[in-house]
């Protein structure tokens, strides 16, 4: 009788920012199929989910990935339920409203390798500061692009797990790395980057670092902070060829700034500064290639005949994608 990992994991009801959870279960005769991942409960009362008199919580299988790090195992992305079966307040993929898959995302999610030791990012010197930023973007060298060994293992990882990265680039601060992660379908995009997350988190440990999510960790420096740029588009914005409706699209989002600002991460003021490639957080904008607006239009899509996507340049690293994706498509769907 052959038996299985399933590393159940979940979303905590940590606030402002989740984080993640996850525990493993062991099973036998498993063929690796969803269907066959029984619902599993949890103490909620040690997640902040649930009182201590009252405190399981139930996870719902929602996805699964096959886990390259383990042997016999997978990785089982689920929502958290109340113990009657409804949606528990913490669960973000439950307010998504694309039952169709017609809306298709693409998160930029950028981070830090932070260094346990020292309590900064990766190759920063204890006490001070590296060189100002501007040679560590897409960079190669001992000198520049720091934690490159994990980089390229969480890479390998995630496609081993069948997860859709698309890339990996070193950012714009030392220490800085971004992964893109694309699906069709705003579910399938969130659980595919809370996995990547996940693969993340669990790689940096044998390293001794940990991942920095904080959209501006270094405070009120002249360092770049973090994002989870989306990238978005429906059939409609894939096929008009009009630019009316870009910016009938576009200007849905201006009256709207509150909704998006308050499920775009915590501390998101500290980042959307009117500097550093973004726009102020009381602000919007768009427009063609301006990686200063809060949405950009890309060029791609001008080219294309006005057949393409939106870059909605706002969210922070810490954002939850599920929320980000939910309100993105509320939005889009009032025009």
Same mark, same amino acid.
């Given at each position: 009788?052959?038996?299985?990992?399933?590393?159940?994991?979940?979303?905590?009801?940590?606030?402002?920012?989740?984080?993640?959870?996850?525990?493993?279960?062991?099973?036998?005769?498993?063929?690796?199929?969803?269907?066959?991942?029984?619902?599993?409960?949890?103490?909620?009362?040690?997640?902040?989910?649930?009182?201590?008199?009252?405190?399981?919580?139930?996870?719902?299988?929602?996805?699964?990935?096959?886990?390259?790090?383990?042997?016999?195992?997978?990785?089982?992305?689920?929502?958290?339920?109340?113990?009657?079966?409804?949606?528990?307040?913490?669960?973000?993929?439950?307010?998504?409203?694309?039952?169709?898959?017609?809306?298709?995302?693409?998160?930029?999610?950028?981070?830090?390798?932070?260094?346990?030791?020292?309590?900064?990012?990766?190759?920063?010197?204890?006490?001070?500061?590296?060189?100002?930023?501007?040679?560590?973007?897409?960079?190669?060298?001992?000198?520049?692009?720091?934690?490159?060994?994990?980089?390229?293992?969480?890479?390998?990882?995630?496609?081993?797990?069948?997860?859709?990265?698309?890339? =990996?680039?070193?950012? *714009? $601060? &030392?220490? +800085?790395?971004?992964?893109?992660?694309?699906?069709?379908?705003?579910?399938? /995009?969130?659980?595919?980057?809370?996995?990547?997350?996940?693969?993340?988190?669990?790689?940096?440990?044998?390293?001794?670092?940990?991942?920095?999510?904080?959209?501006?960790?270094?405070?009120?420096?002249?360092?770049?902070?973090?994002?989870?740029?989306?990238?978005?588009?429906?059939?409609?914005?894939?096929?008009?060829?009009?630019?009316?409706?870009?910016?009938?699209?576009?200007?849905?989002?201006?009256?709207?700034?509150?909704?998006?600002?308050?499920?775009?991460?915590?501390?998101?003021?500290?980042?959307?500064?009117?500097?550093?490639?973004?726009?102020?957080?009381?602000?919007?904008?768009?427009?063609?290639?301006?990686?200063?607006?809060? =949405?950009?239009?890309? *060029? $791609? &899509?001008? +080219?294309?005949?006005?057949?393409?996507?939106?870059?909605?340049?706002?969210? /922070?690293?810490?954002?939850?994608?599920?929320?980000?994706?939910?309100?993105?498509?509320?939005?889009?769907?009032?025009?």
């Amino acid at each position: 009788m052959s038996k299985s990992k399933l590393e159940y994991i979940w979303l905590d009801g940590t606030k402002p920012t989740q984080g993640l959870r996850s525990k493993t279960k062991i099973v036998r005769d498993f063929g690796g199929t969803l269907e066959e991942c029984p619902i599993w409960c949890f103490d909620g009362s040690s997640t902040e989910q649930a009182p201590g008199g009252s405190s399981d919580c139930l996870l719902k299988p929602v996805a699964i990935f096959p886990d390259p790090a383990r042997s016999s195992a997978y990785l089982v992305m689920s929502e958290v339920l109340n113990p009657d079966g409804s949606v528990h307040e913490s669960n973000g993929r439950a307010t998504i409203e694309d039952d169709d898959d017609d809306f298709w995302f693409g998160f930029e999610q950028e981070y830090f390798l932070w260094d346990s030791e020292t309590n900064r990012p990766l190759g920063f010197p204890p006490g001070g500061y590296p060189a100002p930023q501007g040679p560590y973007y897409c960079s190669v060298g001992a000198n520049r692009a720091f934690g490159r060994e994990l980089v390229e293992e969480h890479l390998d990882l995630c496609l081993e797990a069948g997860l859709n990265v698309e890339g =990996i680039n070193a950012e *714009v $601060a &030392t220490g +800085q790395w971004e992964f893109q992660v694309f699906a069709k379908g705003a579910k399938r /995009a969130g659980d595919e980057t809370w996995v990547a997350r996940y693969l993340l988190e669990r790689t940096a440990e044998k390293y001794n670092l940990w991942i920095n999510w904080h959209c501006k960790p270094l405070g009120d420096t002249d360092w770049n902070g973090s994002g989870m740029h989306a990238n978005f588009s429906n059939n409609v914005l894939r096929t008009c060829g009009s630019k009316d409706t870009y910016e009938k699209i576009c200007g849905a989002f201006k009256p709207r700034i509150k909704e998006h600002i308050a499920v775009y991460g915590a501390d998101n003021h500290m980042r959307l500064t009117g500097k550093h490639e973004t726009q102020s957080i009381d602000k919007f904008s768009f427009g063609v290639s301006d990686r200063g607006a809060s =949405i950009r239009i890309p *060029v $791609a &899509t001008v +080219q294309n005949g006005w057949k393409g996507w939106l870059e909605d340049r706002r969210p /922070a690293s810490n954002a939850d994608p599920y929320k980000v994706a939910a309100e993105i498509i509320r939005t889009v769907k009032s025009v």
